[in-house]
């Protein structure tokens, strides 16, 4: 293996180590800390392809750690199927001619999901207008992940507006991930971003990122989650506005 190669391969090992310490942590960040990284070094088209396995993988665990998968999915599912339409057909801008756009487009969506999570914004969705918000929410944040590979905005903060039981929460958000990973992985097939080729590397990235899940349930019981959650807001800000400037100055 050459050296860029080995340098290449070590890169992308310890993003994924870092995003699953997040995720281990945090229960999510993961894509989120993984295409901040990989976004500076790479268009978010061929940082989404590595994506797609680790996500895929930590995400299907976190959404059956608990027994409440078959009632989110009948509640959710409007809003399922509208990030599964809005990111598959998305998906273009990405794969195609706007792979450059989608990077500032993917500083703006990490800027302003660092921006809620210091600034601590949160609102209540009362239960009356789930059903007609649901569809929406599901259809932007489609757009933005098929747009920019980062599928957090507007789901999270939209979740947890719905005073869910934490175990629900944790298992809707997961629901929500998985959902978006194989519709992101869909969309970038169709636009022949994702072949079978790319799933050997995805499969590397996979390790790493299991072993950065484990260490970071470990490092939970250490630390204050809030302190924790406060430096990975910070860290994600500094990656989102510098991917945000890229193209503007």
Sequence with gaps: M?????????????TFL????????????????AMGVLGTLMLPAQAATLLILPSLIT??????AGPGVIGLAKRFWP???GIVAGTIGAASFIAGSGGTWAVTGLGAALTLYAMSGLFAWRFAVKPEYE??????????????TGGTGVFVVPAVPYLQALDLKKEDLVQALGLSFTVSTVALAIGLARENAFAIGDVNNSLLAVVPALLGMWIGQHVRERIS???FRRWFFICLLALGLQLLLRHLI
């Design 2 to 14: 050459t050296s860029p190669a080995a340098a290449h391969v070590a890169i992308v090992g310890l």
């Design 131 to 144: 059903r007609r918000l649901s569809p929406a929410v599901g259809i932007v944040t489609g757009l933005i």
């Design 18 to 33: 870092i995003a699953g310490t997040v995720k281990g942590v945090t229960g999510m960040g993961l894509p989120t800390v």
């Design 79 to 81: 809003m399922m199927a």
């Design 59 to 64: 995400n299907v665990w976190q959404l059956f």
């Design 225 to 227: 989650p809030a302190t």
